[in-house]
């Protein structure tokens, strides 16, 4: 096979792709060295073999024309034994094949021949060379093959001038030929030397193929084994091992390479720890919902369990004081019962509303007024609703004005005063002193409310803002409250963004403070503010001659709508849902001044749908109201205008009626509808 075909497999795409990269690496180092060593070692042979055939060519002739001046006298005398011994002479040169002496006319006068150095010129090729050399001009002729190297030279006798004067004097003439004179000479010594020196060619390429061998090998091992270090790097990484470094290396691309490698390693590994600190964040947050949602799980069922309770315990005082007036017939008796009827009647309609704030607040659907405030007036109906209950305890309530402007909504920051003084009156003994004061700390405001109560623990002190937690009052008693005003208090001031807080210590007392921020200025107070309580009234005008819709789907409520709009000298149509009031439309001509319904009624339409196809019906906006237990519906609570507004049961009658003679006063008996 030869090299151009080993050289063709090993380029071909096969081959090559069978390779790994260190195969790749030296072979393409090799190539370059082989090719070199190929070619050069072909052209030091060939020119090596030029020149030993050049040498041997030369010899040849000298032979030969040593053998010519020999034979001159030889050829000339016809001393057959001169001229063998000539030839004999010749032919003990070494590589010498054979010595011929030919005479002019063609006849061989001598002739010797070593066997053993190779054949002897054949006598044809000896006629053409003697052919040659008469055309030739009588000159010599050589002719070689790959066994020998022949040389015909002529025997020529030089003519002698014996003319003494220098200026006859002629250069030197020969005479025609006498003769011809052959020397074969064998080129086996030239073989045996060009195969001696082509294996010293061959040695010196071996020697410096196996150097180029070892140091490709090395190199590509090396490249190997740092391609592969930075190909296991990459692999480690992407297995997740990002620790790995690559060390330094000499050569200037692997060292890019390396420090691009160690900085995305170390990239990813920042990236890795930002990831499980958030991870770490994210489960530390989930373990706090998870805490918190198991906390307002137990929350839930301790506040249905306290509510169920102190539902019960006035439902329960109800049935028994209405049996008994059933059964009492003296009218003092009577008037008693009914007294504590109303007292248990009230004591339920406190804890529901209550819990409706409570629920409300969760709800959102409470909607904020903040506003610049002044103090000092919240602070006078504050001393003005709850001086009389602490003169009926024998607690003095101090209460420090302050000209200080903050911004908050007024009636939910009264609520929130409210309640911390209410629980601070509860929980003071006679003889007490309850103080609300102001404080200045910079841009803010902190409002305290102080007792010299039994005071709370440290422990105890964030259960305090829970529902019906009362930390005093283990027997559940009314008296004490319902355990929801701080409850509320937390609500509030979450929703208004103002910070509360507890400080007391047992048997000192306990300090209610919460923080508002500050304002420059702030207007006169805000004509929204309703009156202090306990603070008298004009009466509220009635409903006579005020025609009222009302829709309720359930029958004793309903009745009992009924029944106290007729009281007020309202006159009342009474439906239970709104397909009814749809298909009793333009029977009679009947049409409202106000539209009273619940907003939940049982069929197709709620009661905000029903309000919104009474208006389209008589192309009238009539005044409405939407009575709903449905604390978690934000978008019905905010919908309210001043046509329409929506109350929240329970509602205290007084609170109904008050509503619906606004809205009878403002617009249904200003522009009565048109039967």
């Not at 090299?3 to 090799?30: C, Q, S, T």
């Not at 004067?165 to 250069?171: D, Y």
């Not at 509360?500 to 403070?513: D, E, I, K, P, Y």
């Not at 196809?613 to 609570?637: F, K, M, Y």
Request: hydrophobic share 45%.
């Amino acid at each position: 096979m030869t090299p151009g075909r080993i050289a063709a497999r090993l380029l071909h795409p096969l081959a090559w792709h069978r390779m790994d990269l260190r195969g790749r690496l030296m072979w393409l180092a090799m190539l370059p060295v082989l090719v070199f060593a190929v070619v050069w070692g072909s052209y030091v042979i060939r020119q090596r073999d030029a020149d030993l055939a050049a040498q041997l060519q030369q010899r040849a002739q000298l032979l030969a024309r040593q053998l010519a001046v020999a034979a001159d006298y030889g050829i000339f005398s016809f001393n057959q034994a001169a001229l063998d011994n000539i030839a004999l002479g010749v032919l003990r040169e070494s590589s010498v094949i054979s010595a011929t002496i030919i005479a002019a006319d063609g006849r061989v006068l001598a002739t010797r021949h070593a066997p053993a150095q190779g054949q002897a010129i054949p006598p044809g090729q000896l006629q053409a060379m003697l052919e040659a050399s008469r055309r030739g001009g009588g000159g010599g002729v050589s002719e070689h093959n790959a066994h020998w190297v022949a040389h015909l030279e002529p025997v020529r006798t030089p003519l002698l001038d014996v003319d003494d004067l220098p200026e006859a004097a002629h250069p030197q003439r020969h005479a025609p030929p006498q003769g011809h004179v052959i020397v074969q000479v064998s080129t086996r010594s030239i073989r045996t030397e060009l195969f001696d020196f082509g294996l010293r060619v061959m040695v010196l390429l071996a020697g410096v193929l196996l150097s180029g061998w070892v140091m490709a090998r090395r190199i590509s091992t090396s490249l190997d084994q740092r391609i592969q270090a930075v190909v296991q790097a990459a692999q480690k990484i992407g297995a997740g091992h990002i620790g790995i470094r690559l060390p330094a290396s000499a050569i200037p691309s692997f060292a890019r390479l390396s420090q691009d490698i160690n900085g995305m390693a170390e990239q990813l590994e920042q990236s890795r720890q930002r990831l499980e600190q958030r991870v770490l964040e994210a489960t530390q947050a989930l373990r706090e919902q998870r805490d918190a949602a198991e906390q307002a799980n137990r929350d839930k069922t301790r506040f249905l369990a306290a509510a169920s309770h102190d539902l019960r315990q006035p439902m329960h005082a109800l049935n028994l004081l209405l049996e008994a007036l059933k059964q009492e017939s003296r009218s003092d008796e009577r008037a008693r019962l009914l007294e504590r009827i109303e007292a248990s009647s009230q004591a339920m309609s406190a804890l529901l509303d209550a819990l409706l704030d409570i629920s409300r607040l969760d709800a959102g659907t409470v909607r904020l007024q903040r506003a610049p405030l002044q103090l000092q007036p919240l602070l006078l109906r504050l001393r003005d609703t709850y001086e009389r209950q602490a003169e009926r305890k024998g607690i003095a309530l101090v209460i420090h004005g302050s000209q200080a402007c903050v911004r908050s909504d007024p009636l939910l920051l009264e609520r929130i005063l409210g309640n911390f003084l209410s629980n601070a009156l509860r929980y003071t003994p006679p003889g007490g002193c309850v103080l609300l004061a102001v404080r200045l700390r910079g841009a803010h405001c902190v409002i305290q409310v102080r007792d010299n109560g039994p005071g709370i623990a440290p422990d105890e002190q964030a259960a305090v803002f829970q529902e019906f937690v009362q930390l005093h009052n283990p027997q559940r008693d009314r008296s004490q409250g319902l355990g929801l005003g701080l409850a509320i208090v937390q609500r509030l001031a979450r929703l208004l963004d103002h910070p509360v807080g507890v400080r007391s210590c047992l048997g000192h007392g306990a300090t209610f403070h919460i923080q508002l921020p500050r304002c420059e200025v702030a207007p006169p107070a805000a004509p929204g503010v309703p009156p202090p309580h306990g603070a008298s009234t004009p009466a509220s005008p009635g409903l006579e001659g005020c025609r009222i819709l009302l829709v309720e789907d359930d029958a004793l409520v309903r009745d009992g709508y009924a029944r106290l709009l007729q009281l007020w000298g309202g006159e009342a149509r009474v439906h239970a849902n709104a397909d009814a009031v749809l298909t009793a439309l333009g029977q009679d001509g009947w049409r409202p001044h106000l539209i009273v319904t619940d907003h939940r009624l049982g069929g197709a339409l709620n009661g905000r749908q029903l309000i919104d196809a009474l208006r389209r019906h008589w192309a009238a906006e009539l005044p409405a109201v939407i009575l709903t237990g449905d604390t978690e519906d934000a978008a019905l609570g905010q919908s309210g205008t001043e046509r329409l507004r929506v109350l929240y049961k329970p509602v205290k009658p007084a609170e109904l009626r008050q509503v619906l003679v606004q809205l009878w006063r403002a617009g249904g008996a200003a522009t009565p509808p048109r039967d």
